[in-house]
């Protein structure tokens, strides 16, 4: 069967996801699609606002499977996530990987991607690298000319298309224009799209403005408690102060001294909002502490980290998706396609367990990787 994969937070699904959804499968004559979706925490470094459950259901309205992004990868940047998302799509055998962007022309994506390799292997690449700039930085000074790298979709495009290139090269990719709305828009001006940041905070605020950009079809998904970055920080607080400043520089992402400021301001801190004022510095961006926080919190360490994919996690699944898991299975007897976690299959995603616990330990939920069956359509 020919597939396309979809990587996806959908935080929470809206109708610019389900336009994403619906073009994808038909640009890419796809019979399957497939959305490798993030768990409970997303690459912003906040908890997903509905679990990872609640959030499969609203998905399997558009897509015919639904496979867990690991945790790791979930609140990584762009390079780390989109790898590990084209890598679960390889062990997927998908044929195609289509992602949104500002652009939507893929011929762009091809010809800055290759650019990227060239530059990489310039002296200027590897004196700005020994300077400690980071990779985005570099490309800016070294690539300045190029809008595609100027908004955030199209530079996760760009790690797509890069990741292919080195790990799945058989996957074509394809780009779909964004349609109306910005990524990070905070307001729900338009009548059918909307960004997932305006739908939060609608959703947040308790008014009904989201009902206009959300399929009807799904709306009843939206009444689940919902999760902010603010609900964490107590537990947040508390993971920190377990830590002296050795313990604390062994988290993911951890880098640079930062554990020392973090350490010396948590105790003045009074909520998430104003520990993220404390901490925040040129040298950083927003959304990197953020990440940073999110894996003190879930106790993420650097020498945990997974390089490779030996078991994919299927949360939904679509009678067509179950088609396609079985057809999988008899190409590939020696591959994991775990529909559920019990004692003898938790061992693959011991990640994603702990961050669904800690995620309910947060919202006071109950649904877990061991009592929640895989999700059908």
Do not use: C
Request: glycine content about 4%; proline content about 4%; hydrophobic content about 35%.
């Amino acid at each position: 069967m020919k597939s396309v994969a979809l990587v996806t937070e959908y935080n929470p699904f809206h109708n610019g996801h389900l336009y994403h959804a619906q073009q994808s499968k038909s640009i890419t004559d796809s019979e399957i699609s497939i959305a490798i979706m993030s768990g409970n925490f997303v690459m912003r470094g906040q908890p997903a606002i509905y679990n990872k459950f609640t959030r499969t259901r609203m998905a399997l309205s558009a897509v015919d499977l639904v496979v867990e992004l690991p945790a790791y990868a979930s609140i990584s940047a762009g390079q780390y996530f989109a790898e590990t998302a084209v890598k679960i799509a390889d062990y997927l055998n998908v044929s195609h990987l289509s992602f949104g962007s500002e652009s939507g022309e893929i011929t762009d994506f091809l010809s800055l991607a290759d650019r990227i390799s060239d530059v990489e292997q310039s002296p200027q690449f590897l004196a700005k690298s020994k300077e400690g700039k980071s990779f985005p930085r570099i490309l800016s000074e070294l690539v300045p000319d190029n809008d595609l790298l100027s908004s955030p979709n199209n530079t996760l495009g760009i790690s797509y298309v890069r990741a292919i290139q080195k790990y799945a090269p058989s996957i074509q990719p394809w780009t779909i224009a964004r349609s109306q709305s910005a990524h990070h828009d905070g307001e729900i001006s338009n009548q059918k799209f909307a960004s997932g940041t305006s739908i939060r905070k609608s959703l947040l605020n308790k008014n009904d403005q989201w009902k206009k950009v959300v399929p009807n079809t799904i709306q009843s998904h939206y009444e689940s408690p919902q999760i902010s970055v603010e609900d964490t920080f107590n537990y947040l607080k508390y993971a920190i102060l377990t830590h002296d400043a050795l313990s604390l520089s062994q988290i993911y992402t951890m880098s640079e001294g930062i554990e020392n400021r973090i350490l010396q301001n948590i105790s003045q801190a009074t909520n998430f909002e104003h520990l993220m004022t404390i901490l925040k510095t040129k040298r950083y961006t927003y959304t990197h502490i953020q990440r940073l926080l999110m894996n003190i919190l879930l106790n993420f360490k650097k020498q945990n980290k997974p390089t490779s994919v030996h078991a994919v996690r299927i949360l939904g699944m679509s009678e067509k998706g179950q088609q396609y898991i079985k057809q999988l299975k008899k190409l590939y007897p020696d591959k994991n396609f775990i529909t559920q976690i019990n004692k003898q299959t938790a061992d693959f995603f011991i990640d994603e367990i702990h961050a669904t616990q800690i995620y309910n330990l947060i919202s006071g939920q109950t649904a877990n990787d061991f009592n929640t069956p895989v999700i059908r359509a």
